[in-house]
């Protein structure tokens, strides 16, 4: 019973150490978490922070997007400085302007900027519609479908390239046997009549 009752304890711990863990790439003080100014980017920025963070600085980074989900993790934020950074706004900027939206626009939310696309680039993501985000993404969408066809056709020209190596073999390879057949059979003829000169008898010139 003791065991059992320490060892729930110890989980108890260990789940609430986990959850109050800070980042390492940040600073924590109180339930303020501090990740600004870190040359952080969309791969090296933290994917959980603790779960009692009531402030989190995110400005002064390098940021494009912010993952799907990741601040709807954190019941008790009621603060993120978001500025400062290169926000990206195509479909990958979806997330970060619904947070926005949902939440009271604050001094934060207005300086929050779009750096590209261009024609979008010092626009506020939180008065973005919709629609200007999706169609921001068209340019993308053209460019991987260009590509694609590029590849495709890069593929038919390097099927075509094969067959036509491969019938080009095909017909010297049948050009090469026809010859040594050929061959063989004068080897053959040439060979006979070798023999049958070679045991015809002499004819008696005394005669």
């Known amino acids: 019973m003791m065991k059992s009752l320490l060892l729930v304890l110890l989980l108890i711990f260990l789940s609430c ?17 501090n990740c600004s100014g870190r040359s952080l980017n969309s791969s090296t920025l933290p994917v959980t922070f603790p779960a009692d963070t009531t402030e989190l600085l995110l400005h002064n980074n390098l940021l494009t997007t912010l993952p799907n989900g ?15 950074n290169h926000w990206a706004c195509d479909c990958g900027a979806l997330y970060l302007r619904a947070w ?27 008065f973005l519609t919709e629609e200007e985000l ?3 993404c068209h340019y993308w969408y053209c460019d991987l479908a260009l590509v694609s066809q590029l590849c495709l056709l890069g593929f038919v020209l390097l099927q075509g390239a094969l067959l036509l190596a491969v019938i080009v073999f095909l017909r010297r390879f049948r050009w090469m046997s026809e010859e040594a057949r050929r061959t063989k059979e004068e080897s053959f ?9 070679e045991y015809t008898p002499l004819r008696d010139t005394n005669i």
């Open 189 to 197: 003829t040439t060979g006979d009549m070798f023999r049958e000169n």
């Open 70 to 84: 990741l601040l709807d993790s954190l019941p008790h934020l009621h603060t993120v400085s978001l500025h400062g």
């Open 17 to 33: 150490e986990g959850q109050s863990s800070c980042p390492v790439v940040c600073s924590c003080h109180g339930s303020t978490v």
């Open 100 to 126: 926005l939206l949902g939440h009271p626009i604050r001094n934060t939310h207005l300086r929050v900027n779009c750096s590209s696309p261009l024609k979008l680039r010092g626009r506020l993501v939180v």
């Open 134 to 136: 999706l169609d921001s």
